[in-house]
């Protein structure tokens, strides 16, 4: 009797994991403390407010470590299937690290701009951003590169949040040149760099979110899987698909008509053909797959 599902371990696939996170884990706490230290130096709110994304930057890459580690542990008897939701959970951790930053540097922001602002130098705080910039843009292709060859959808998050940051730096970046212009142009673009967060939160939110709560396949996917089963010699047609998410990755179910004339072990052999088939592509996990007769519906 088998109580748990087969394991195979895959030790290149843990290999560029620890890749990756060792990438994003050492970048975000280099441009954290240096960011902090700045804003301590220089009294810029566009760089508090920066630093303070880069500060929840390193906590997620903290609890990614962790949470990455976790669900790529083997199925066992108290998780039979695997730990794979493990990471959206942790996600949600990391949504709420962001929002907390987000929260800081739109508080931050606000009260200097009641304030009436303040006059920042463009030399320290300049070479700061643009050497952010710099190091995020190289995190952004090397994670990118890192999820696609992994088909992580928390990699390519991460990703896109490093983009992000590329993108709020260079806010941050503007605010503190025309701080001597107008002293309220800091504070203003510490509440753009506030907003990009925010924006980083909700996305990040609804994609944990529907890895936890069972969401299924886009229609673009389910058409795939579609294709793919009915390319398996002897499947005539698929008249019943479901798919959801248990973790980053699809279980998929579905129900294929074939010959009713031919025998068990034939339908049995096209059954595992399918499901090889199905489990082949990168967002599906596992996949059950029903043989009935050509005229069932």
Request: proline share 5%.
């Amino acid at each position: 009797m088998r109580w748990i599902r087969e394991y195979k371990p895959q030790p290149e696939q843990q290999r560029l994991y620890r890749q990756a996170l060792a990438i994003t884990l050492a970048g975000n706490i280099l441009l954290a403390s240096t960011k902090a230290l700045v804003a301590y130096l220089t009294g810029s709110v566009a760089i508090y407010s920066d630093a303070a994304n880069s500060i929840s930057d390193v906590v997620y890459s903290l609890m990614m470590v962790f949470g990455l580690w976790f669900a790529q542990r083997p199925p066992d008897l108290s998780h039979p299937q695997g730990h794979s939701r493990f990471e959206p959970l942790v996600g949600l951790f990391v949504t709420a690290s962001m929002a907390f930053a987000g929260f800081e540097a739109a508080r931050a922001s606000i009260e200097r701009f009641i304030a009436g602002g303040l006059a920042v130098r463009a030399d320290l705080p300049t070479f700061v951003l643009l050497f952010s910039a710099a190091v995020k843009v190289w995190m952004f292709f090397m994670i990118r590169n890192l999820a696609k060859r992994l088909a992580s959808p928390t990699l390519a998050t991460t990703a896109v949040d490093h983009l992000s940051d590329v993108l709020t730096s260079v806010a941050a970046f503007v605010g503190v040149l025309l701080s001597s212009l107008h002293p309220l142009a800091d504070p203003i673009a510490g509440m753009a760099v506030a907003l990009w967060i925010f924006r980083a939160v909700v996305r990040a939110a609804r994609e944990n979110l529907g890895f936890l709560t069972g969401a299924g396949a886009d229609e673009e996917l389910r058409h795939k899987l579609v294709e793919v089963a009915e390319s398996v010699p002897g499947v005539l047609r698929v008249h019943h698909l479901m798919s959801e998410y248990t973790g980053p990755q699809l279980v998929v179910d579905l129900h294929v008509n074939v010959n009713g004339q031919m025998t068990l072990n034939e339908a049995h052999q096209i059954a595992d053909e399918v499901i090889e088939r199905l489990e082949a592509l990168p967002e599906v996990d596992r996949a059950y797959v029903h043989v009935e007769p050509e005229d069932h519906d």
